[in-house]
């Protein structure tokens, strides 16, 4: 069979995208993947075909502008490099797997008359009963989920509506009225996320399947770094919290890491600290309690050694620490990370999230202690880690993958 596979964004977008195209590949697939240069070394180190999306250098744009401005010019270049880049190459194959932010994805696909399965590393499906998991903001007591995703779509149209129809002019075809109706409607929608750690909505009427996040634990890493990260965690019986932000970027960042730096001293802790894209906390170095982890290890080989887990809400991390059964405390700072932290406080893993702008030292001390030492999130995470070990998601993506071809020859 042969699949192309399109991700963009960081590591949690991406690196199960890597882990399902080594699998499918492992199989004799025909399988090419298309990603940002930032991960061209991993796709090398998997012995992977693929291409480098040429549009999209997500790292020179967060670390240059991130104002409303600059991301929407992105954007707009992103859908732009898409339909350049990605029309001669779906022609070639019988199926193409993109995750949801690939705006243009549901139009190639329907031009070139390819099956699409549209991924999703949250609920992002139009409903009645939930909301949009990429806003900051609880279940409203007025604004219906429902009017909710009315006015995220009105936003999405704002965005993307206008030149992705400019492209469908060029190719002939009729314009789109709502890219938030279309692009679910015109696809096969997988969500990539446990069933145990997030929601679905019954009211949805869209073609859809679930079935567990796809892990990648086949991330090359410095095996001398790990020796030393594992005697740092294994030195003695301290509790060891484990914290990062990921790819993602803040201006406290630096000032939380020096408030976990002196909750721990206190508090008899052991604290690693990884430093992410943004080399957050590399000041604390000489901490005695204090581990840096600045290179990059797969986090199925940590957070089983670890008593918690503070960071900031990526699907990818929010089920990794589900996987190791562990209490966490999420800090989110944009998009579904507000979503996956209100699940990690409803399913009782962990405190409330802390919201930066808001937070005090003493605040977070006491949220700290809270969840090294409550018993009830210890209990939940580990019966949540039981679930999700024996999810199996990455056998069921490459599955349902494989059963779209039989449909269609069927």
């Known amino acids: 069979m042969k699949i192309l596979l399109v991700s963009r964004g960081s590591q949690g977008d991406v690196y199960p995208y890597l882990a399902l195209a080594s699998e499918l590949a492992r199989f004799n697939h025909d399988v090419t993947i298309s990603l940002p240069a930032v991960f061209e070394k991993e796709a090398q180190f998997f012995g992977l075909n693929y291409v480098v999306q040429g549009g999209d ?23 732009h490099s898409q339909f350049d880049e990605l029309i001669p190459l779906v022609k070639r194959y019988d199926v193409l797997v993109a995750s949801n932010t690939e705006f243009g994805a549901p139009t190639i696909a329907e031009y070139c008359k390819t099956p699409l399965i549209r991924t999703a590393y949250a609920p992002l499906l139009p409903g009645k009963h939930l909301p949009p998991p990429v806003m900051p903001i609880p279940r409203h007591p007025v604004i219906s989920p429902f009017w909710q995703w009315k006015l995220l779509n009105l ?111 206190k508090q008899g802790y052991k604290l690693i600290l990884g430093a992410g894209w943004w080399d957050f906390g590399v000041e604390l170095r000489e901490k005695s309690h204090v581990f840096l982890l600045n290179s990059g290890i797969p986090h199925g080989l940590i957070f089983p050694f670890c008593s918690a887990i503070i960071h900031h809400g990526g699907s990818g991390t929010t089920h990794s620490v589900g996987r190791a059964g562990k209490p966490q405390l999420v800090v989110p700072i944009l998009l579904d990370q507000f979503y996956w932290g209100r ?23 006491a949220k700290v202690k809270d969840l090294v030492t409550n018993p009830t999130y210890q209990q939940n995470a580990a019966i949540l880690g039981e679930h999700i070990r024996g999810e199996s998601g990455m056998q069921n993506l490459c599955e349902f993958i494989l059963s779209l071809k039989r449909k269609k020859n069927t």
């Open 343 to 365: 699940r990690v406080f409803i399913l009782g893993l962990g405190p409330d999230s802390v919201r930066l702008a808001r937070f005090s030292q003493s605040e977070l001390a």
């Open 57 to 79: 250098d997500i790292l020179n744009m967060v670390e240059t502008s991130t104002n409303t401005h600059d991301l929407l010019a992105w954007t707009r270049r992103v859908i």
């Open 155 to 265: 936003g999405l149209n704002l965005m993307v509506k206008k030149v992705l129809n400019k492209h469908r002019d060029q190719l002939g075809m009729p314009p789109i009225e709502d890219q938030g109706e279309h692009a679910p409607r015109h696809a096969v929608n997988y969500l990539m996320y446990s069933r145990f750690l997030g929601e679905t909505d019954p009211d949805w009427d869209y073609e859809w399947s679930i079935g567990g996040y796809c892990f990648n634990d086949a991330l090359h890493y410095d095996e001398l770094s790990y020796r030393k990260l594992l005697d740092f965690m294994q030195k003695d019986t301290k509790p060891t919290i484990f914290f990062t932000f990921g790819s993602c970027t803040s201006k406290k960042g630096n000032q939380f890491c020096a408030w976990l730096c002196d909750i721990c001293e």
